[in-house]
């Protein structure tokens, strides 16, 4: 029955992924706000910015409190505090402090409470898939945004940006709370019938649990977080300047740089799978070490790309490493520090998503600004990238807790 039902709780979490990963949508948002409230596009990409980094710092807390009060508690408390954050945007003609406030921080927290939710409950159900059913999870909110930025872009023109908010706010609501309802841990000492660990997974994974206390005295869990924060400032560094970086590498028109825009956000969503899957037969830190190299070479020729094709593919791939990132390291936490207390574990990790959230784009953005191309940043992160490749490398399983 058990065997069955994790499919059920696999799905759940998927669908709750997806409502949560709708924040990626953002973009659709920025111009009808900016043209209505005559706030300029960074005041009011700043929200964004507001809802990833207390997203990264929430669900360290969400983790904590799922080991006391479970994974249904958390789940649909996050998502009663992101639906009400979206809809409570609706208002926000109050003054831009009000966007702040209620999608920014209210709808973060409730991103952080959530989103821990399905990674900390799917390493326990999935033992022998651990990297690929952690990755489809993510993966959902990374597919997120295509789903909801079409609707939300159809919304807004048939009933403007604030009501938006409020119809997107109830159904978030609905999805996120009837999704974490699901939400739920196997009986202790579970394990899936007729598995047993390889000998080569077995010498992956430490051997006891960790508490966070014991975890953080580790140089193993500040390594994993620095690869988090480089892989993540990577990837976000393009994806915070993707439609501009298009039309001026490929002169393309702004139609077609959207377009790009769409193709390549894909990417997001196919590399949490791909490179989680990629992960249970490679290893979580030679998966980290082929994706830092790939990015190496394709950071560093991109400003010379111009075709159209030519630059949505190398971009397309640059995004799967960014979202490989994150379908990676969930299970590569459990394989390190155990799996019973993975949610605060990794959820004090996500805080290198928004640490990284701020860096990535402050530094594309700077190099930009400074030499009036995007040639110099993208290099500088190719170095950064190949330099970073000897972290995965030195990495290994800390020795068992005392």
């Not at 206390?213 to 400032?233: D, H, I, V, Y």
């Not at 956000?265 to 490179?275: E, H, L, Q, T």
């Amino acid at each position: 029955m058990n065997g069955m039902k994790r499919w059920w709780i696999a799905l759940a979490g998927i669908l709750l992924q997806m409502a949560l990963g709708a924040v990626y949508a953002w973009s659709v948002f920025r111009v009808p706000l900016s043209k209505q409230f005559h706030w300029t596009i960074s005041q009011v990409t700043l929200t964004f910015t507001i809802a990833i980094f207390v997203l990264g710092v929430s669900a360290f807390f969400g983790g904590l409190w799922l080991k006391q009060s479970g994974p249904r508690v958390v789940a649909l408390t996050g998502g009663v505090l992101y639906g009400l954050g979206v809809f409570l945007a609706s208002y926000s003609s109050i003054g831009l402090w009000w966007l702040y406030l209620t999608y920014g921080v209210l709808g973060g927290v409730g991103l952080g409470f959530a989103y821990i939710v399905p990674v900390a409950v799917l390493v326990k159900w999935f033992p022998d898939r651990r990297g690929l059913m952690t990755g489809v999870a993510v993966g959902g909110f990374g597919a997120g945004a295509l789903v909801t930025a079409p609707i939300a872009t159809h919304l807004i023109q048939t009933v403007g940006v604030l009501k938006t908010f409020s119809y997107l706010g109830l159904v978030y609501l609905v999805v996120a709370t009837a999704a974490g309802f699901f939400m739920q841990n196997p009986p202790d000492g579970w394990l899936p019938e007729g598995w047993t660990p390889k000998p080569k997974e077995i010498g992956q994974k430490t051997a006891k649990d960790f508490t966070l206390g014991q975890a953080l005295r580790t140089w193993q869990w500040w390594a994993l977080w620095m690869l988090l924060f480089l892989n993540t400032s990577a990837g976000i560094s393009v994806i915070s300047q993707e439609a501009p970086m298009f039309q001026e590498f490929a002169k393309a028109t702004a139609i077609i740089a959207a377009g790009m825009v769409g193709i390549v956000s894909i990417g997001n969503a196919a590399g949490r799978v791909f490179w989680a899957w990629v992960s249970d037969m490679l290893s979580r830190k030679v998966t980290f070490a082929v994706m830092f190299l790939l990015q190496v070479g394709l950071f560093w020729i991109l400003p010379s790309l111009h075709g159209v094709s030519v630059i949505t593919f190398v971009a397309f791939v640059i995004l799967m490493c960014y979202g490989g990132g994150f379908g990676t390291m969930p299970a590569f936490a459990a394989d390190y520090f155990g799996s019973t207390n993975v949610g605060s574990i990794y959820g004090l990790m996500l805080t290198a998503w928004g640490f990284a959230s701020a860096f990535g784009p402050l530094l594309i953005a700077h190099m930009r600004q400074s030499s009036g191309a995007y040639a110099g940043g993208l290099h500088v992160i190719a170095v950064i990238m190949l330099v970073s490749i000897v972290l995965p490398l030195l990495v290994k399983p800390p020795a068992p807790a005392a």
